[in-house]
C-alpha cells in the first residue's frame, strides 16, 4: 500500500540510497509498531476473562462460600471464560502457525465440494440452533483446486460460523461456486441474508481484533481473530478475501483458488 515513485536514474548514488533506507525503515517501523499493538490487544483480550474469573475465585472463598445457589453460578461464569480464553488462545495458535507456513505454497489437490460439505456439517449445530439454513449450489461440477485443504476447511468453516451467528435468525446462507473469466481460478462465495455491514468498517474487517459490534461478537463467544486467519490463509494461497456488503441486505465473502494443473499422462 506505500508505493514509491521511481527513483530517477541521475540522482546520485548516495541519494538513492537514502531513499531506500528511508523506505525499509518506514516499512519496519511500521511492522514493529502493529507487531506492538498485536501484542498489547492479545494482552487486552486475554486479561477480560482472567479478570472475571480472578473475580468469581473470589467470591466462591467469600461471599458465595455458604450459597450453593451462588456458587453454581459463579462456576458458570467461570466455566464460560474459560472457554473464551481456550478459544482466544487456539485462534493465536493458528494464526501464528499460519504465518510461519507462509512461504510454503500449499501443493495439494482439493475438491472444493468435499471441503464445503465437511464444513457445512460441522457448522449445522450452530445453524440450527438459530434455525438456520445452509444451501449449496454448482459445487460439485467444479474442477480440483491446488490448496491445503486443512487451511482451507479453516477458511469455510470460519466464514459459515459468522454468517450462522450474524445473520437474522432462520435466514439461509449461499454457498455457491464459479468459474474465474480467465478459466483459471475456482472462486468460492458465501451469501448470507443478515443486517449487513457499513461500508466504513469493510476495510479494517480482517485486521486481528477488529469488530463492527463488540459486544455481539462477545456475547456470540467470537475472538475477533476469525477473518485475520481467513486473511493469512489466503495470502498463503496467493488469494485475497473479497466483501461485498450491503445493509439490510446482507453480506457476500469470496475468494479464488487456483484450478489444479492436469495430471501430465507421461510425466516420467
Ligand atoms: P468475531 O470473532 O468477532 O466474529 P471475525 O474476525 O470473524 O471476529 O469478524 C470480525 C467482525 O466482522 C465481527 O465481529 C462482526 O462484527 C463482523 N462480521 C463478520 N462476519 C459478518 C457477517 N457475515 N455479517 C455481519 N457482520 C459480520
Do not use: C, W
Request: no cysteine; glycine share 6%; charged share 25%.
Amino acid at each position: 500500500d506505500m508505493t514509491i515513485a521511481p527513483i530517477s536514474a541521475d540522482l546520485p548514488e548516495e541519494e538513492t540510497q537514502a531513499m531506500v533506507f528511508f523506505y525499509e525503515v518506514t516499512s519496519l517501523l511500521r511492522t514493529e509498531r502493529m507487531r506492538v499493538d498485536f501484542v498489547a490487544n492479545a494482552s487486552h483480550e486475554l486479561r477480560t476473562p482472567l479478570s472475571s474469573l480472578m473475580g468469581s475465585i473470589e467470591t466462591l472463598l467469600g461471599p458465595a462460600q455458604d450459597d450453593p445457589e451462588a456458587q453454581q453460578r459463579f462456576l458458570q461464569i467461570m466455566q464460560k471464560e474459560a472457554e473464551r480464553m481456550a478459544r482466544l488462545i487456539d485462534d493465536l495458535l493458528s494464526l501464528s502457525r499460519i504465518e510461519m507456513s507462509r512461504h510454503v505454497p500449499p501443493s495439494t489437490t482439493v475438491d472444493v465440494s468435499l471441503i464445503v460439505g465437511n464444513a457445512i456439517s460441522t457448522v449445522l449445530p450452530i445453524a440450527r440452533r438459530r434455525d438456520m439454513q445452509f444451501s449449496a449450489e454448482l459445487l460439485s461440477a467444479l474442477p480440483k483446486v491446488r490448496a491445503d485443504e486443512d487451511q482451507i476447511t479453516q477458511v469455510m468453516l470460519n466464514l459459515l460460523v459468522n454468517a450462522s451467528k450474524y445473520a437474522d435468525q432462520g435466514t439461509i446462507v449461499h454457498i455457491s461456486g464459479a468459474l474465474s473469466n480467465t478459466g483459471k481460478h475456482v472462486i468460492l462465495s458465501i451469501r448470507d441474508e443478515g443486517p449487513g455491514i457499513a461500508a466504513e468498517h469493510l476495510a479494517r474487517l480482517t485486521e486481528r481484533f477488529y469488530r463492527v459490534d463488540t459486544a455481539r461478537s462477545r456475547k456470540m463467544g467470537g475472538t475477533g481473530l476469525g477473518l485475520a486467519i481467513v486473511k493469512h490463509i489466503l495470502l498463503r494461497h496467493e488469494s485475497q478475501l473479497d466483501i461485498r456488503s450491503q445493509l439490510g441486505k446482507g453480506t457476500t465473502f469470496s475468494f479464488r483458488l487456483p484450478i489444479a494443473a492436469e495430471k501430465t499422462p507421461s510425466a516420467a
